[in-house]
């Protein structure tokens, strides 16, 4: 009790204190010698050399904790009871700590920008290093790389960190990209790297985002704000990822948010609004062109010709439908952020709006976020930790399409396959709905139009942390936090389109409504002890102990229903129905069990050596081999900093060489995996449904995690007082004990079983390239060059197995293999030599097998030389998988004046173009290329397309396997900040504009619509192909950001 | 004394502990899904494995077209001289079978093996754990019988395909590929597990309630028997078998009209001995029938899924033959505009038998209730007529059961007085007529022995990569990379 009195008359005099201070602020040139504020010190922070002021700089008071952060005009104010003169200690990341004595006039205090960034602190897996320790290779992407425009941050990391490859899958806003990281490991599952955001491991899993979805797949990531993110560290070799054991093989990319700072309070807005444009449109026939290629084929069958002269000179250009659902589309993302702190706690509340139209009609992305970052010093020794986030996203997607029974991932291409001789809509603005081509009284442009697919994505991401000082150099930390993702599906096919509905067409149903729903669940649980102690001087060591457990579940239903008596309810009442279908649903869970330790040790930050340790247990695997083992080591010398470098370090003023080997793994299979598994099948028994079960997998005990063993060198170089720095790594990775769907004797009852056999492995060099060009106070030019190049390789799929064809579309020949000695998912087709003369159905050149072949006939090459074109002849083509990719960002700042020019490339990547093989196959009723034109006529026989047939067996060849490397300029942005002197006149402490160009050209060969696609998704072993895809866009916009 | 409670290594340790004994145990329980131990408990899950076999015979486990309803009829139909690719198959598989250029790599060849095996190995399942249930006995019984039918069945199909095979009778245990190597048998030796099976089979009950419609029979037992024996050319036990059917109290006869063995309306009736059962209008359970796609669309220009090798096959009906109407179509109807739209160009007539008119809107074609008949009474008195000419050569019982086919086809009878061999050689084109797309062109060509199956395909000028290897279809190739065990049939390696 006395105790407390005490405190509340310490209380009661401060406030007196306070209350003098503020009554006192006003008038401090008269009571400058009060005795409670000993002083007043003003001044600006601005770089050593660009004379450009400094925000956000710490300045404290050597001895205390009083500390204020400069202004982002670099002006600060400090008012402290300590007397002149005293010591400040003046420290910002990037820069050298700075200690002046100051005696109480203003100051402009002038900082050096650091000769090396080796004492930068770099994120790490549960911690952080100082980067002169660091063993791993580890990557950031650049501040200017996050700056920019994206719905979701996955787009962002594309050229941004070396050894990444990024694909964005299509071009349909909220879609999905797919991320490897130097290559992917595994054949049959997971090679998405691991995501960590603020110390929570997400599950990212695509398939909790897409319940019985139609069309093109959510992307689970994208409900993350962008702007929230503050940094993101790309984790590669076995050294920084294997303290995360069973998950770490894929890489591990680690997202730090944006934290509030000590004495700063700022309010920010930022907006952008934009237009997009749909970046390119393949070349087709018109009405004239298509009416005259009919005919070609009529001829071929021995018919008589469909259309007259007159006829097809009426035709004309004829109805464009590929341009019919295209417009300009705006883009428009805001967000207001407030963050600061004071003495004991930091804080940063933001919310942000995004809204992105698709330039194809009632397409779309919108995603409203809201997060609360906070910490709290509850004394020196505890501290406590909130990051909480929360996020709507409604995606409306483009229905899938089925032409000719050709499954396509979106209702464009079915646009792009519509006859030009059908009209698009009547006089009186009706769509046309009697194209005599078609099979249903139905319009391709008013499917699009009238057919809901909406995706609705709700996400929680809670994650906190409390960590106390048992000791000085003992910290223990526990975290416990929670993922919940909520996926509302809802679909509706009104009975007047030919949207897919169940299998059948919204006409065929009579109207089919869907509704689905998903509930996926992640918690995780931490707790580590840090020992963090320096012996002596010399000897720095970081020893980690830790358990932790995750658990997840997911359960989903769909449920769906057909013959409307009309379209007026469409989903939000399927009790209107006539039929209900079968509903389905589903539930999984799974638990990871670890145990984790990691010892960083460094001798006078010169020899540096990592080793960690991490035990797995999966639920999912099988029950002899739950529990897997994983460590690592990884050393690192700073040579720079030995003696007989010295002379060198007028050249070379850093060097630094890292090694390291360790095993990672992947179970990333569904769970289960490892059970003998039954499934209901359905037989009708007296007209009626009846249930049947019976096995559909055998049981595995034995099923083990994937173990990816690597090895990594290193070397960091740095050049003319760093302005140049090279980050140069090779790597050999081995994947072995696949988890692969192994083909069994089909006689067995069973296709395949799941078994860990075979191998990959990939290898590659990498390399990222810093370089200040120009430094100068008035002029600034920096330049990022970065190149990957990764080689991967099937080793062995087992025993007598040399190569499998992974499943094809119903009635497709399979266009990929996965073979030993070749990329996982090379193309498999035939090489083509033009076409075949007349002289060559004589001649004894090899014609193809099964089909009579004729001049003006695709002419195969008997690759095997037997006299015949076989399968045998088919053979590797290539593979999606490039030979290297590259970026390089140039940005310029002159005075208030900043440039940013951003390229991507990819060199060496394949392409199978299985549009084009559609639109190169005549039929008489679907619309085909323009390189039909070209076409082989007995008046043109100098042609590079084959004659006109009616449609020709669909060959997988060279001519469809394209070179689709590219070069984007992927983005040019121009901004002006306004001088603090100018934003301060308007009461802002920070103004800039700025105007943007995304997409703003492509060079590439390939010709469909983008040489970045990927119809199959994150399919593994169908990377690269392309069956008509959402367009991507070209993007012009223009923003401004303020800071109040 | 708030102190010591709220100290914080007291709140760490507390979440800790707690923590650590919510550590989550590593064994999987699924709620989901049913794992074997679990099953096999009930006459319930007896009956539900049961089940799962007959839908071996209308479904893919991968979505791909069924075993009866398309798979089955690219070999028997597309492989005989009774139709060609259409132009909309776009699988150079599919294509190869209609030119009998077909390899051992073929993906549609290797399917048929798999869909058989693939039901063969849930009827062995049945079979083998049915009899471990608590259940009544008599029903136990009978589900193994039923099992034992498909299997029959199936191996019937397997041995008729693709020679020696391997006779597989208990699921598999290990995903161990040595533990799973075995060699192909002799056909004696599959046959004589058919006839095992069937002999068993025979024992089942002759009808059933409303609700089980659908369920293998004796008669259906007793019916493919005879076939058997047919195909083994072991003419009196064939005899007798085709006796018990006809005579023995089944009361089956034809359909008065031709039409309605392929009606939705009429399935499971008078004639059908053993039918896939189909269902339309179930919404997103209906199953594909692919088989109706020979109706796809109003829209002329789109080709059918499968068309006539060429217009021979039309011209074998006279205009007075009602089947010719019931297994072709040139022109359909159209509700929504009122017309008729009339297909006229080189592949026409299209194929009818299992277009379901009772759809509507009619181009839903994926789908169709039409059963597909694997035995009906049409057939017992064609294989009649067959044996009967064998023992005793064409006599009246002969004659009449032929001519009773022809009757309810509203033709004439056949012409009295033939040779031994004309009536053979009537008797098959009876079947051609009959049985067009329904799966017995090629067994009834192959069956007959010598040159009569290469004879018949030289006679359609696509087909004249035809010879005499082609009597039997190869072993899928990745089985014999598999299992190395495995030999090829003659001709193909």
């Known amino acids: 009790m006395e105790k407390s009195i005490h405190r509340k008359k310490i209380a009661a005099r401060l406030m007196v204190f306070l209350a003098i201070a503020m009554f006192t602020k006003n008038a401090s040139a008269q009571h400058e010698s009060t005795p409670i504020i000993n002083s007043t010190l003003i001044g600006s922070v601005k770089d050593s050399i660009t004379k450009q002021p400094i925000g956000n700089v710490v300045l404290a008071i050597k001895g205390t904790t009083h500390a204020v952060t400069s202004a982002p005009d670099g002006s600060f104010s400090f008012r402290t009871g300590q007397k002149f003169p005293y010591t400040l200690i003046i420290s910002f990341i990037g820069y050298q700590t700075k200690e002046i004595v100051v005696d109480g006039s203003p100051i402009t205090i002038l900082l050096a920008e650091k000769a090396s960034s080796l004492n930068d602190v770099v994120v790490m897996g549960y911690g952080s290093q100082k980067k002169s320790d660091v063993t791993g290779s580890v990557g950031s992407v650049s501040k200017n790389l996050l700056a920019q425009p994206a719905a979701s941050f996955d787009n962002m990391l594309q050229g941004g960190v070396s050894g990444i490859g990024v694909t964005q899958n299509s071009g349909q806003p909220g879609g999905t990209a797919t991320v490897r990281i130097r290559g992917g490991n595994s054949i049959s599952f997971g090679n998405a790297p691991l995501y960590v955001i603020d110390g929570f491991i997400v599950y990212n899993n695509n398939d909790n985002a897409n319940v019985g979805s139609i069309g093109t797949s959510s992307n689970a990531l994208s409900t993350i704000n962008p702007s929230d993110i503050e940094s993101v560290e790309v984790l590669k070799d076995a050294s920084a990822t294997a303290i995360y054991g069973s998950r770490g093989a894929n890489g591990v990319i680690i997202i730090t948010t944006k934290k509030g700072k000590k004495g700063v309070n700022n309010v920010n807005y930022n907006a952008y609004y934009g237009t997009q444009t749909v970046a390119r449109k393949l070349s087709l026939l018109n009405g004239a062109q298509w009416a005259s290629l009919i005919n070609d084929v009529n001829t071929s069958d021995g018919v008589s010709k469909t259309y007259n002269d007159a006829q097809i000179a009426a035709f004309g250009s004829g109805s464009d439908w590929q341009g019919s659902a295209l417009s300009n589309a705006p883009i428009f993302n805001q967000e207001l952020s407030v963050s600061g702190g004071d003495e004991k706690s930091r804080y940063l509340i933001s919310g942000n709006y995004f809204n992105q139209d698709g330039v194809i009609s009632n397409s779309g992305y919108k995603r409203y976020s809201a997060r609360i970052n906070y910490e709290k010093d509850i004394s020196e020794k505890f501290k406590v930790t909130a990051n909480f986030f929360g996020s709507r996203s409604i995606e409306h997607k483009l229905p899938g399409s089925a032409y000719n029974s050709i499954n396509f991932s979106n209702a464009y291409a079915s646009l792009i396959l519509t006859s030009p001789i059908a009209t698009i809509k009547n006089a009186d603005g009706s769509y046309n709905i009697n194209n005599p081509l078609n099979a249903t009284p139905t319009n391709p442009l008013q499917d699009i139009v009238a057919t809901i697919n909406q995706n609705t994505l709700n996400r929680i991401l809670g994650n906190t942390a409390a960590e106390y000082k048992i000791l000085k150099d003992l910290t223990l930390k526990v975290t416990a936090g929670v993922d919940i993702l909520n996926t509302n599906q809802q679909y509706y096919a009104p009975s007047f389109t030919a949207s897919p509905a169940g299998g059948s067409t919204g006409y065929a149903t009579k109207g089919y409504a869907a509704l689905g729903s998903g509930n996926a669940l992640s918690w995780l649980n931490e707790n580590t002890l840090t020992y963090n102690h320096t012996f002596g001087d010399k000897h720095f060591l970081n020893a980690l102990v830790g358990y932790s457990t995750q658990y997840e579940n997911g359960k989903s239903f769909t449920t769906s229903a057909q013959q409307f008596p009309n379209d007026l309810t469409t989903f939000d009442n399927l009790s209107y129905a006539g039929i209900a279908n079968l509903p389905n649903s589903a539930a999984r869970s799974s638990s990871l069990n670890s145990v984790l330790a990691r010892i960083n040790y460094s001798y006078l930050h010169r020899y540096n050596i990592t080793l960690s340790e991490r035990a797995d247990g999966s639920s999912k695997l099988g029950k002899e081999n739950k529990w897997g083992f994983f460590s690592s080591i990884g050393v690192s010398w700073n040579v720079n900093d030995e003696e007989f470098f010295k002379p060198l370090q007028n050249i070379v003023n850093s060097l630094k060489i890292r090694l390291s080997a360790g095993q990672t793994g992947n179970s990333e299979i569904p769970p289960y995996s490892s059970l003998s598994l039954l499934s209901p099948t359905n037989y009708y028994l007296g007209g009626k449904l009846v249930t049947g079960i019976s096995p559909i997998q055998i049981a595995n005990p034995d099923l083990k995690w994937e173990t990816t063993t690597q090895y990594n060198a290193g070397l960091d170089l740095g050049f003319l007082n760093n302005r140049i720095s090279i980050a140069f790594d090779a790597y050999y990775k081995k994947t072995t004990d696949l988890l692969l769907n192994v083909p069994l004797p089909l006689y067995t009852g069973y296709a395949s079983a799941l078994k860990n056999i075979g191998s990959v492995s990939n290898r590659g060099i990498e390399f990222s390239v810093n370089s200040e060009n120009i430094k100068t106070p008035a002029f600034n030019w920096k330049s990022t060059l970065i190149f990957s190049a990764n080689r991967n390789k099937v080793l062995s799929l087992g025993e007598n197995v040399k190569s499998f064809f992974p499943v094809a579309p119903t009635g497709q020949v399979s266009p990929v293999i996965v073979q030993v000695g070749l990329p996982v998912g090379t193309f498999w087709g035939y090489d083509t030599n033009g076409l075949l003369k007349t002289a060559d159905l004589t001649n004894g050149t090899p014609l193809l097998g099964g089909v009579p072949q004729q001049a003006g006939d695709t002419k195969y090459v008997d690759s095997n030389q037997d006299g015949i074109i076989t399968t045998a002849d088919k053979h590797s083509l290539g593979s999606a998988q490039p030979k290297f990719t590259g970026s390089l960002n140039n940005t310029f700042n002159y005075k208030g004046i900043d440039l940013s020019v951003f390229f991507q490339g990819s060199y060496g990547n394949k392409v199978f173009n299985l549009l084009q093989q559609s639109l190169e196959r005549p039929t008489l009723t679907q619309n085909a290329s323009a390189t039909l034109l070209d076409r082989w006529t007995p008046q043109h026989q100098d042609a590079t397309v084959a004659r006109a047939t009616n449609s020709p067996v669909p060959q997988v060849t060279d001519r469809l396997i394209e070179d689709a490397s590219y070069l984007k300029l992927k983005n040019v942005s121009l901004g002006y900040t306004f001088k603090t002197e100018w934003a301060n006149k308007i009461k802002l402490k920070n103004l800039r504009f700025y105007v943007s160009v995304q997409n703003l050209f492509t060079v590439t060969k390939y010709t469909g619509l983008d040489p970045e696609v990927n119809f199959y998704d994150n399919d593994n072993t169908k990377q690269g192909i392309d069956f008509g895809t959402y367009p991507s866009t070209r993007t012009f916009l223009a923003g401004l950001s303020i800071t109040l | ?493």
């Open chain 2, 1 to 493: 004394m708030k102190k010591t409670i709220t100290h914080p290594i007291i709140w760490l340790l507390t979440i800790i502990i707690f923590t650590a004994t919510a550590c989550k145990k590593l064994e999987e329980n699924p709620s989901s899904v049913i794992v074997s131990s679990q099953f096999f408990k009930t006459q319930s899950d007896a009956i539900s494995s049961v089940n799962a076999v007959y839908s071996s015979l209308n479904s893919d486990p991968n979505g791909d077209f069924p075993l009866y309803g398309r798979q089955l009829n690219l070999l028997v139909e597309n492989a005989s001289d009774n139709q060609i690719f259409s132009p909309s198959n776009t699988n150079p598989d599919v294509r190869a079978l209609g030119v009998s250029t077909y390899i051992p790599s073929n993906s549609r060849i290797q399917k048929v093996w798999q869909q058989l095996y693939f039901g063969i190995n849930k009827a062995n399942i049945a079979i083998d754990n049915v009899p471990n249930v608590s259940a009544d006995t008599v029903l136990k019984n009978r589900l193994v019988r039923e099992a034992k039918f498909i299997r029959g069945l199936l191996y019937f199909n397997l041995v008729r395909l693709y020679g020696d095979v391997p006779l597989v009778l208990h699921e598999p245990k290990s995903v161990n590929i040595e533990d799973l190597l075995v060699k192909r048998s002799a056909t004696a030796t599959v046959y004589q597990q058919i006839i095992a099976d069937l002999t068993d089979a025979t024992s089942l009950p002759k009808n059933y309630s409303t609700a089980d419609l659908g369920r293998a029979t004796s008669g259906a037992a007793h019916s493919l028997l005879a076939k058997v024996y047919v195909t083994q050319k072991l003419w009196p036990k064939a005899l007798s078998e085709l006796n018990t059917i006809i005579n023995g109290g089944y009361g089956y006869a034809l359909f008065p009209n031709y039409k309605d063995v392929f009606q939705k309306a009429t399935k499971n009736g008078i004639e059908h001995i053993f039918s896939v059962q189909f269902e339309s209008n179930l919404g997103a359970k209906n199953v594909v029938q692919n088989l109706s796609q020979s109706f796809t669309s109003f829209n002329t220009g789109t080709f059918p899924i499968d068309v006539p090798a060429n217009k021979s096959v039309y011209e074998l009906f006279s205009p007075a033959d009602t089947r010719r109407e019931t297994t072709f179509y040139d022109s359909v109807y159209n509700a929504a505009t009122g017309k008729y739209v009339v297909f006229k160009n080189a592949y026409t007539p299209y194929f009818n038998k299992f277009v379901d008119y009772t759809l509507s809107p009619l181009n839903t074609q994926a789908q169709s209730g039409v059963n597909y008949p694997v035995i009906r009474y049409a057939d017992i008195l064609l294989l009649y007529a067959e044996v009967v000419n064998n023992i005793s050569g064409p006599n009246a019982e002969a004659y009449n059961a032929i001519n009773k086919v022809r009757a309810r086809a509203k033709i004439a009878d056949l012409t009295p007085g033939l040779s031994a061999d004309a009536f053979r050689d009537s008797v098959f084109l009876e079947r051609r007529k009959e049985f067009i797309q329904e799966g017995h062109r090629w067994f009834d060509l192959v069956r007959q022995g010598g040159n009569i199956y290469v004879d018949a395909l030289k006679k359609i000028p696509e087909k004249s990569a035809v010879s005499s290897k082609n009597i039997l279809f190869p072993i899928p190739q990745t089985e014999r990379e598999l299992n190395t065990l495995l030999t090829q049939n003659p001709g193909y390696n």
